[in-house]
Nanobody, 113 residues
Framework: QLQASGGGLAQAGGSLRLSCKASGFIFRLNSLGWYRQAPGKQRELIAN???????NYAESVKGRFTISRDNVKRTLYLQMNSLKPEDTAKYYCNRPSPWGDAWGQGTQVTVSS
């Protein structure tokens, strides 16, 4: 239902854009989010966006990352600028649901110093 892509290797200060293509639910009516998990750490929510387009960010990415959505393309995006080595993690898109969250398969982002 959620297919993430766009990860890769970037240098510190560089940019990447992640995409998450959705299927199987009414995309425009759902809040969505991006999580990340670094080795040895818990998965953390870094950004989310409501069906109405209201966004929230973790302090660690605020001002550098931008979450957005295209309801026609059924795609969630995460624009990541000014990347830091500590942004290295596997990134997951998420659709929260009281009946069980849906997760993408994850896409690896590695930032070199």
């Amino acid at each position: 239902q959620l297919q993430a892509s766009g990860g890769g290797l970037a240098q510190a200060g560089g940019s990447l854009r992640l995409s998450c293509k959705a299927s199987g639910f009414i995309f425009r009516l759902n809040s969505l989010g991006w999580y990340r998990q670094a080795p040895g750490k818990q998965r953390e929510l870094i950004a989310n966006i409501t069906s109405g387009g209201i966004t929230n960010y973790a302090e660690s990415v605020k001002g550098r990352f931008t979450i957005s959505r295209d309801n026609v393309k059924r795609t969630l995006y995460l624009q990541m600028n000014s990347l830091k080595p500590e942004d290295t993690a596997k990134y997951y898109c998420n659709r929260p649901s009281p009946w069980g969250d849906a997760w993408g398969q994850g896409t690896q982002v590695t930032v070199s110093s």
